[in-house]
């Protein structure tokens, strides 16, 4: 099993709609959990950190992490087309502090 | 300084020489990531630094690969004998402690000819 994995193709949304991206870990002892955005030819930015079980909210964006389910997921709402990009999940492994990503997932907002 | 930065931007270097990536972290940052990103692919993860050491160096892909940090700051990527699948953007994270929040430099494009 692959430590971070984003299994969904690319997301199409349109305008003003909710795009729901998820994404699962193999620790169970994991700590830190994170979502990144990332432009075509561009380097990631982080746009949200979550550390506890529970919803956190940062404007249009929510993450949401279920430790027990081993799963995260972000929730971009009101989707804007500036939000067409790819978004990687990352995870800091207990015990192994180096930040392990996903392979990403595309999300296109048509307007 | 204010971010992550990493020189040079772009480097178009021939098969078989040596190159040499730099990464400037974030001031007071002690952790530092090295990551690949090849063409429309995700993260391959390089080797890892907290302070001047390198715990996990799990991912180099082979001996030509080596890096070191000075200093608890500026860090170094160095390839031998450059191949053609060395061609890639090398990103450069930093983060103020484990597990705590990672910015990226710019990264550094690696051409191979």
């Known amino acids: 099993q692959k430590e971070v994995e984003q299994n969904s193709g690319p997301l199409s949304v349109p305008e003003g709609a909710i795009a729901s991206l998820n994404c699962t870990y193999s620790d169970r002892g994991s700590q830190s959990f994170f979502w990144y955005r990332q432009y075509s030819g561009k380097s990631p930015e982080l746009i949200m950190s979550?550390?506890?079980?529970g919803d956190k909210e940062d404007g249009r964006f929510t993450a949401q992490l279920n430790k027990a389910s081993q799963y995260v997921s972000l929730l971009i709402r009101d989707s804007q087309p500036s939000d067409s990009a790819t978004y990687l999940c990352a995870v800091s492994p207990y015990g192994n502090n180096r930040l392990a990503f996903g392979k990403g997932n595309q999300v296109v907002v048509i307007p | 300084g204010a971010g992550v930065s990493q020189s040079p931007s772009n480097k178009v270097t021939e098969k078989g020489k040596d190159v040499e990536l730099r990464c400037d972290p974030i001031s007071g940052h002690t952790a530092l990531y090295w990551y690949r990103q090849s063409l429309g692919q995700g993260l391959e993860f390089l080797i890892y630094?907290?302070?001047?050491?390198?715990?996990?160096k799990s991912g180099l892909p082979s001996d030509r690969f080596s890096a070191e940090r000075t200093g608890g700051s500026v860090s170094t990527l160095t390839i031998q004998r450059t191949q053609q699948e060395d061609s890639a953007v090398y990103l450069c994270?930093?983060?103020?402690?484990?597990?705590?929040?990672?910015?990226f430099g710019q990264g550094t494009r690696l051409t191979v000819v």
């Open positions: 630094f907290q302070g001047n050491s390198a715990p996990d």
């Open positions: 979550i550390y506890s079980n």
């Open positions: 994270a930093s983060s103020f402690t484990d597990g705590a929040e990672a910015f």
